[in-house]
Every structure is written in structure tokens, then in C-alpha cells.
């Protein structure tokens, strides 16, 4: 699912800086980001000229302005970006309007997916090892015993994992010992646990409804943010984590979210119209809360994508970075507000 609340911009001036005002994540080569290595042209790396030989004889001059080219607002390829979307969008009202608990499955793949995705980024840039087959076989566990066990089953498959964890990497000796089990317990949390929240909300009579006014929630909040902060974005929101995210975007995303819960919430769970605008609001805050934590922890292993699975999107991991902590307050609120029957 596009993460159309980190709004691209593809205003440059003759120096190459982006103007603050827009959000997202900052990209290696985004003027205000640090350089990081491996990426040519990042920030405060030099420019060599074509043709001009290597070491330090080589003349280190700015690229001149009309060369910088300008990038689409969305910031990647925007018709790729909306055509995975809808297929996305189209496979997961496929299942929910067939049979319901075949989003249970959607869930699992991409959780096993963005797992791999995740792992693989930490033991490439960072040398952490995440251990694999427990992380993999304790998330499905998390996800498929939510569905007849709750969150009890969810919980007592999360320690297991942690547990399993412990052992798995026991062989590998002390060295980077504890960071490797941080990590490995951090991806079972962030991915695995948070999904396993999504899929509780499938099973009662009325899942369809519950699951998509999650779904809808953070959609709207997304689209309201990317709209808002690219027609108006100029005050940054977080500027030492993602320098385009701003507080008109943020401003947008509160409208999105909050009609949105008002809507789902009394039209298709029978809730009432105050109950939808708080789901809407704590929507809203959660899912920029998962996008900040995804820029932040992109940036601090200086890469751009999580991956590059999804044309447009990058990879798994980078479109459930609002719906994971979105799932658990879904869960949290819906059942409050709609007891289970």
C-alpha cells in the first residue's frame, strides 16, 4: 500500500536544495540529509566531472544547474505507484468479500516477506544477523494462532520466538551476540505482533467491517497528508528525522482520517459518529508515528528502500509502516467501541 503521506517535491533551485515544507522520508542525495556511503551525490560529496581522472588531482566542481533534473512530486514512479496500489487494494477486497480469513493469508505472506526484506538490509549494511527460522516460524505462529486464540495465542507465540531466539544463536559465540538478539527481538515485535493485531480483527461476524475501517483509516490519513502537504506543506514536522513531513500534511491527514472514521465506523460497524472521530484521530497518530519510525530507521542505516519488491513502493516493509502500529490500536479501539458479539 502506497505510503502517500511522505509527500514528494520536485521544486529545486539553482543550487539543488529541495525547500523544507514537504514530508517523507529523506532519501540519500535529498539536500539537509547527511551523506551516506555508497550513495554517489549525496549531500557534501563531491561532484567529479565526466572524463576526469581519479585520486585526488580531480577537479571538484558543483554540478551546474541544468543538469539537476527534476523528480516527479511523488517522488518515484507515480503510475507504477498507483497501478501496485490498486492491485494491492484489489487482492485484499478479493479476500475480504469471498472468504474473509483468506486476508489472514495476505497477512502472513507480507509479514514473512517484509521479515526477509528487514533481515536482509540489517546483515548488509549493519552485519547484524537476525536469527531467521525462528523469527519466520514464530511470526506465522503469532499470526495464524491469533485467529483461534486472540491475543493469548498471539503473546505466547511472541515468547516462544523470543525464547527460540535465545537458543538459535547461542553457537555464534559472544561476539555481537546482544545486538543480534535485540534485533531479532525487535523484527518479531515490530513485525509479526503488530501484524497479528490485524489478523484478530478478521474473525468476528462483522471482521469485514473491522478490517476495512483499519484499512480506510489509514488510506485516508495517508491521502489527506500527501494532498495536503503537497499543496500547502512549508512548516517541516520532524525536521531531524524526515525533513518533508510537515505540519500541513500532518493538518491534512487529521481530515482524512478523522471523516474517515466518522464514515466506517457508524456505517458499517453501527458505532457512533464520536467513537469514529478519536478511532480516526488515534489513526492518524499512529500511522505517522510508523512513518517516522521507518524514515528513522532508514536513515539510520542510510538506505533508501527497505526493499524493491513493489514498483514505486520499494519494498513490503515500506508499505506496512503506518499499518502495523495501526493494526494494534484498530484492534484496541474497535473492540471498546464495538464489543465482539
Not at 517535491?9 to 539536500?31: F, H, I, L, N, Y
Not at 546482544?178 to 505482533?193: G, K, M, Q, V
Not at 490519513?221 to 520532524?238: E, R, W
Not at 517516522?292 to 514498483?311: A, F, N, Y
Amino acid at each position: 500500500m502506497a505510503q502517500v503521506s511522505e509527500e514528494r517535491e520536485d521544486r529545486v533551485d539553482a543550487t539543488g536544495d529541495r525547500p523544507a515544507g514537504v514530508s517523507g522520508t529523506p532519501e540519500p542525495g535529498d539536500a539537509g540529509a547527511p551523506a551516506a556511503p555508497g550513495f554517489p551525490g549525496t549531500a557534501g560529496a563531491p561532484v567529479v566531472p565526466e572524463g576526469a581522472p581519479s585520486g585526488t588531482g580531480a577537479a571538484e566542481t558543483p554540478a551546474p544547474p541544468e543538469v539537476v533534473k527534476k523528480a516527479s512530486k511523488a517522488g518515484r514512479n507515480l503510475p507504477a505507484a498507483i497501478g501496485v496500489g490498486l492491485l494491492l487494494g484489489a487482492a485484499i477486497i478479493v479476500s475480504l468479500l469471498t472468504v474473509r480469513f483468506l486476508f489472514i493469508g495476505i497477512i502472513a505472506i507480507a509479514i514473512a516477506v517484509g521479515t526477509f526484506e528487514f533481515a536482509g538490509v540489517l546483515r548488509r549494511v549493519a552485519d547484524i544477523r537476525v536469527a531467521m527460522i525462528p523469527v519466520l516460524v514464530g511470526g506465522q505462529a503469532m499470526i495464524w494462532l491469533a485467529w483461534p486464540f486472540g491475543r493469548e495465542g498471539a503473546l505466547t507465540a511472541f515468547v516462544l520466538t523470543v525464547l527460540a531466539c535465545l537458543l538459535w544463536r547461542l553457537p555464534g559465540g559472544a561476539k555481537g551476540y546482544l545486538r543480534d538478539i535485540s534485533a531479532s527481538t525487535f523484527a518479531a515485535a515490530y513485525l509479526p505482533l503488530f501484524g497479528a493485531f490485524a489478523a484478530m480483527l478478521v474473525p468476528p461476524h462483522d471482521g469485514v467491517g473491522r478490517v476495512l475501517t483499519f484499512l480506510i483509516g489509514v488510506v485516508a490519513s495517508d491521502t489527506g497528508g500527501y494532498i495536503a502537504g503537497v499543496l500547502g506543506g512549508k512548516h517541516p514536522m520532524a525536521p531531524t528525522i524526515s525533513p518533508k513531513k510537515t505540519w500541513e500534511g500532518f493538518a491534512g491527514s487529521l481530515v482524512g482520517g478523522v471523516v474517515a472514521g466518522a464514515l466506517t465506523l457508524s456505517l458499517l460497524l453501527d458505532g457512533h459518529v464520536w467513537q469514529g472521530v478519536i478511532f480516526g484521530i488515534a489513526i492518524v497518530l499512529t500511522a505517522t508515528l510508523g512513518d517516522l519510525v521507518e524514515s528513522l530507521i532508514k536513515r539510520d542505516l542510510g538506505v533508501k528502500d527497505m526493499g524493491t519488491l513493489l514498483p514505486g513502493h520499494g519494498g513490503i516493509m515500506d508499505r506496512l509502516d503506518s499499518l502495523l502500529p495501526s493494526a494494534v490500536v484498530s484492534w484496541l479501539l474497535l473492540s471498546a467501541f464495538v464489543p465482539l458479539g
